[in-house]
Nanobody, 127 residues
Framework: VQVVESGGGLVQPGGSLRLSCKAS????????IGWFRQAPRRKREGVAY???????YYSDAARGRFTISRDNAENMVFLQMDSLEPEDTAIYYC??????????????????????WGRGTQVTVSS
């Protein structure tokens, strides 16, 4: 599976960005997609997840501000990020895999459980 992210950039605190992820090389409808981020000197962490069946999970930091969605016709997943804060500054990665649907939220937000990764897109929140 090939994964490509886009949509990062510089935004002021309180602003919004919409990240896009295109996955190819497998039947997209069956793919589970996760968004992750890594800030300087920090571990990569889960932000949002959307399963092939539509179930979603969010990290505590993302819940209420970020929204994950998908367009299976276009093989795309989106991460709408609102009310951005300087602490959201990081490289954002999209990852794809086909996962067993019986695990916990913590499992699906764990980057070690995803095999196919994009190169990331930089998000900088600063005035």
């Amino acid at each position: 599976v090939q994964v490509v992210e886009s949509g990062g950039g510089l935004v002021q605190p309180g602003g919004s960005l919409r990240l896009s992820c295109k996955a190819s090389g497998s039947t997209f409808d069956y793919l589970d997609i996760g968004w992750f981020r890594q800030a300087p000197r920090r571990k990569r962490e889960g932000v949002a997840y959307m399963g092939s069946g539509g179930v979603t999970y969010y990290s505590d930091a993302a819940r209420g501000r970020f929204t994950i969605s998908r367009d299976n016709a276009e093989n795309m997943v989106f991460l709408q990020m609102d009310s951005l804060e300087p602490e959201d500054t990081a490289i954002y990665y999209c990852a794809a895999d086909s996962l067993n649907p019986y695990y916990s939220r913590q499992y699906y937000l764990n980057p070690s459980n995803f095999e196919s990764w994009g190169r990331g897109t930089q998000v900088t929140v600063s005035s």
